[in-house]
């Protein structure tokens, strides 16, 4: 399986700031199918991109995502107060799906 | 409006059993490929089981031979029969419709905690 790991664990910014988040798997991710997600505490998961650069609907355009192969990033632009919150990357090019461990974006 | 309810979660004994369900609206779950995935407490996500429109399903190895998908479609229903549980199968589980356009999570429910405990 395709085990994807995420960098850093924690990211400490304040609102305003740009945010890079890195997603790197362990073999080529076929066809770019990464997607990433949002989570809040005690909140169910959101889909934020897929296709490793689409974002979906209703996801605000500061919200970005590129990379291919084995290199994956999710940028923020300009931190919002309701951007604070764990992130998570997704394989869905290869059997299983499989999700990477989480960055946690806080507030500084 | 898509909508994912989940419910059936609690407090179960090491090698019990429990089913959990997953009432869908504003689409039909027979026409779409529909995941189960859990969250332990504090930890990350993991893909735990799927069922293809076809009706062909698909496990992670830790659930493999112990738990089984299915679907009502005249209830719209998503199910998890869950069987010989074990403590590290504490977790959040949820629901979730995969997109049309790949194997990707596009809506999820709320989630229901099982505990595996004595």
């Given at each position: 399986?395709i085990?994807?790991t995420?960098?850093?664990?924690?990211l400490?910014?304040?609102?305003?700031e740009?945010?890079?988040?890195?997603?790197?798997?362990?073999?080529?991710v076929?066809?770019s199918y990464?997607?990433w997600?949002?989570q809040?505490?005690?909140q169910?998961?959101r889909?934020?991109?897929?296709?490793?650069?689409?974002?979906?609907?209703g996801?605000p355009d500061?919200?970005?995502?590129?990379?291919?192969?084995?290199?994956f990033?999710?940028?923020?632009?300009r931190?919002?107060p309701?951007?604070?919150a764990?992130?998570?990357?997704?394989q869905?090019?290869n059997?299983?799906?499989?999700f990477g461990?989480?960055?946690k974006?806080?507030s500084? | 409006?898509v909508?994912l309810?989940?419910?059936?979660?609690?407090l179960v004994q090491p090698g019990?059993?429990?089913?959990?369900?997953?009432?869908?609206?504003?689409?039909t779950v027979?026409?779409?490929y529909?995941?189960?995935v859990?969250q332990?407490?504090?930890?990350?996500l993991?893909?735990?089981?799927?069922?293809y429109?076809?009706?062909?399903t698909?496990y992670?190895?830790?659930?493999?031979?112990?738990?089984?998908?299915s679907?009502?479609?005249?209830?719209n229903?998503?199910f998890?029969?869950m069987?010989?549980?074990?403590?590290?199968?504490?977790?959040v589980?949820?629901?979730?419709?995969?997109?049309?356009?790949g194997d990707?999570f596009?809506?999820?429910?709320q989630?229901?905690l099982?505990?595996?405990?004595?």
């Open positions: 399986e085990v994807l995420q960098s850093p664990g924690t400490s910014l304040s609102p305003g740009g945010a890079t988040l890195s997603c790197r798997a362990s073999q080529s076929s066809s990464l997607a997600y949002q809040k505490p005690g169910a998961p889909l934020l991109i897929y296709g490793a650069s689409s974002r979906a609907t996801i500061r919200f970005s995502g590129s990379g291919s192969g084995t290199d990033t999710l940028t923020i632009s931190l919002e309701e951007d604070f764990v992130y998570y990357c997704q869905y090019g059997s299983p799906r499989t461990q989480g960055t974006v806080e500084k | 409006e909508q309810v989940e419910s059936g979660g609690g019990g059993s429990l089913r959990l369900s997953c009432a869908a609206s504003g689409f027979s026409s779409n529909m995941s189960w859990r332990a407490p504090g930890k990350g993991e893909w735990v089981s799927v069922i429109s076809g009706g062909s698909y992670g190895d830790s659930v493999k031979g112990r738990f089984s998908i679907r009502d479609n005249s209830k229903t998503l998890l029969q069987n010989s549980l074990r403590t590290d199968d504490t977790a589980y949820y629901c979730a419709r995969e997109s049309s356009t990707y596009d809506y999820w429910g989630g229901t099982v505990t595996v405990s004595s």
